[in-house]
């Protein structure tokens, strides 16, 4: 595994000079327990972790002394159950201070965490703990647990820790609060820090472009990523971060967690998403690490809500966006002053302040991961004046592999390459990385792991790049997911979605075509929005045959096309295929970070697809010829 050089280093040590006292510097800790340990000498009674006990209905605050008590019974508990080094502990827990109460206590075990999705199907986490091979899982419910070995008999788990539930009779299954209640009496294991080349997690990729696989992260690379996301983004007194993208992904352990325990920052966590408006409402929340969902949810509220205002108010915020949006661009160098700038305090405070009601008085910072963030979606958060911060990476990677700056901040890029990661450009334009935290390889899948790691140390992402100008990172999406049509016109099917998804109408989409004259799209809509709609167009709304009209097709090809005005003519929809279905994680059509999983979307309904192109629509006429410029 390649190093950072010399020069990182003593970059690392002079941002790190520039810190507060109570911050771990780089040289603090080697692996995450001790990266813990640190933390919890440096601020004990400082308050660690904030979250909702349902069993005692009320919010409750965690201190790291607190913390550290509940590491160390369960590190009693499960080397009482027989944990050793290079074991794998399954995690099926919410987001929680419990679950990094149990990984910190797999860790010192010198054992290997296994997060496992709580919405995902019982058969894709059969898959995580059998090929794992996890000898202990500790899970929330019973049935969660039951429902998995009804899936797959995962022959080498042993015990199955759980909170609730009925487990007296059942096989392998046992009160994780008993076990707790006498990790009292329990001697406390004689154990040696694990080395930092240790493998601290196996996190499996999220699937959607088939079966996941487990990425072997050291502590050593969780750390080093953790650190450099650390340094570039900007600190914030008296930080309260929130926690709600799952735990079992990379993304939120080491930008989130792990992050914050360097830099003493307090967790917030958010117990489900339908809970995230609420939360964000009541509790101080400065740092918001999110996915591009959550924001293009604001997006979507943002414009729902203008159209119910004046047409007044809907200018004034229209303005408010474009006088923030120059004034940004000014104070990132780009752009000059202009007479508009003046009245920005203004229009701030009274319309920019209200129209971001929904993330809180508190945010700060807001960083958007996992996925490409749509321009319009990034430019408007810009312009009410919260700097989103868009973000790469990929869990192979560490997982960040670049972030952009508060004062180098380009909307339309996914940030600046964090220093320490080299990348290239590759056959295809594919991007190459290497750094200390890509991953040792697959787990027990040696062939894969030959596939994207070179003998160079080069990680093949699997991701096209549109240009790396002066390490900032442009991207046009995935590899294998480019449509090519019959025409020989190519198109990548993300950026379309991503234009889809601004149709308050539409939950879901996605874009297929690939050996087909022209492109087609599968939209999810609420049946509750879409009822006025088809009995404006004289459809039955419960006729199970009209959502298969030509006239509701036609609806939603118009429509559609307001929102891909910026791509090409060859990469417009002229197809389109209307669902009510929801598409969730519990049914296996989207990944943990509210990904779409594509194939299995297309599969599901493929019936509808083939129909599509069994008739020719009105649109195909449709010339946007004039459409050249990609928005």
């Excluded at 009925?166 to 294991?189: H, K, Q, V």
């Excluded at 993330?359 to 960083?367: H, L, P, T």
């Excluded at 390889?441 to 991701?463: C, F, I, K, Q």
Aim: aromatic content about 8%; hydrophobic content about 45%.
């Amino acid at each position: 595994m390649p190093v950072a050089g010399p020069g990182w280093a003593m970059r690392r040590q002079a941002a790190s000079a520039m810190r507060p006292a109570h911050w771990i510097p780089a040289d603090g800790a080697t692996t995450l327990c001790e990266l813990f340990a640190a933390r919890v000498a440096a601020t004990p009674d400082a308050p660690a972790y904030r979250f909702y006990s349902p069993r005692k209905s009320a919010w409750r605050t965690l201190s790291w002394a607190e913390a550290e008590t509940r590491v160390a019974a369960w590190t009693r508990v499960l080397h009482a159950h027989g944990v050793i080094p290079g074991d794998r502990v399954a995690i099926m827990l919410r987001n929680s201070p419990e679950w990094l109460c149990v990984e910190q206590a797999v860790m010192r075990l010198g054992a290997m965490s296994v997060g496992l999705f709580c919405a995902d199907t019982p058969a894709s986490n059969a898959h995580l703990v059998a090929h794992s091979q996890a000898r202990v899982l500790v899970a929330v419910k019973a049935s969660w647990v039951t429902r998995i070995l009804d899936a797959d008999d995962c022959e080498a788990l042993e015990t199955a820790l759980v909170f609730t539930g009925t487990w007296a009779e059942a096989p392998r299954l046992a009160s994780a609060d008993d076990a707790l209640a006498g990790a009292r009496a329990l001697p406390d294991p004689a154990l040696a820090w694990p080395a930092p080349d240790t493998v601290a997690s196996l996190i499996y990729t999220s699937g959607s472009s088939g079966r996941a696989r487990g990425a072997m992260l050291t502590h050593a690379s969780l750390l080093f990523n953790a650190q450099s996301v650390a340094d570039v983004l900007p600190g914030v007194l008296d930080e309260c971060a929130l926690s709600y993208v799952p735990l079992a992904h990379s993304y939120e352990r080491v930008a989130d967690i792990y992050r914050a325990m360097i830099t003493g920052a307090r967790i917030v966590f958010c117990r489900h998403p339908r809970f995230l408006g609420l939360t964000l409402a009541r509790e101080p929340v400065t740092t918001l690490i999110g996915v591009p969902r959550i924001y293009e949810r604001f997006y979507i509220e943002l414009h729902r809500w203008l159209s119910r205002r004046p047409r007044l108010i809907r200018r004034l915020v229209a303005t408010t966006i474009n006088v923030g949006e120059s004034v940004f661009e000014r104070r990132q160098g780009r752009g000059r002053f202009a007479l508009g700038h003046l009245a920005w305090p203004l229009l701030q405070y009274f319309v920019a302040r209200r129209c971001l009601r929904l993330f809180g008085a508190d945010m700060q910072i807001a960083v958007s991961g996992a996925a490409a963030l749509p321009y319009p979606v990034a430019r408007t958060l810009i312009g009410l004046g919260l700097p989103v911060l868009q973000g790469y990476g990929l869990t192979e990677a560490g997982p960040v592999v670049s972030v952009n700056r508060v004062d180098d901040n380009a909307i339309d890029s996914v940030g600046l390459v964090l220093p320490g990661v080299a990348t290239r450009v590759g056959p295809d334009n594919e991007l190459l990385v290497r750094s200390p935290s890509v991953m040792q390889g697959y787990w027990r899948d040696p062939e894969a792991t030959a596939r994207v790691l070179s003998p160079g140390g080069w990680l093949h992402t699997g991701d096209k790049v549109s240009r790396l100008d002066k390490k900032r990172l442009y991207l046009t999406g995935r590899m294998k997911e480019v449509i090519v049509m019959t025409s020989g016109e190519k198109a990548s099917p993300e950026p379309l979605e991503e234009a889809l998804r601004l149709d308050p109408l539409v939950t879901r989409a996605i874009v297929v075509g690939e050996a087909r004259p022209v492109l087609a799209a599968v939209v999810s809509c609420p049946a509750h929005r879409l009822t006025p709609i088809m009995r404006r167009l004289g459809l039955d709304p419960d006729a199970p045959e009209a959502l298969a009209s030509a006239r509701l097709e036609n609806y939603f090809i118009e429509r559609l096309a307001k929102f891909t005005t910026g791509f090409p003519a060859h990469a417009q929809i002229r197809r389109v295929a209307v669902v009510t279905d929801a598409w969730r994680q519990d049914n296996g059509l989207v990944t943990a970070t509210d990904k779409v999983r594509r194939r299995r979307v297309a599969k599901r309904y493929a019936a509808a697809i083939n129909r599509l192109y069994g008739r020719r629509a009105a649109s195909d006429k449709t010339d946007v010829s004039e459409n050249t410029n990609l928005g």
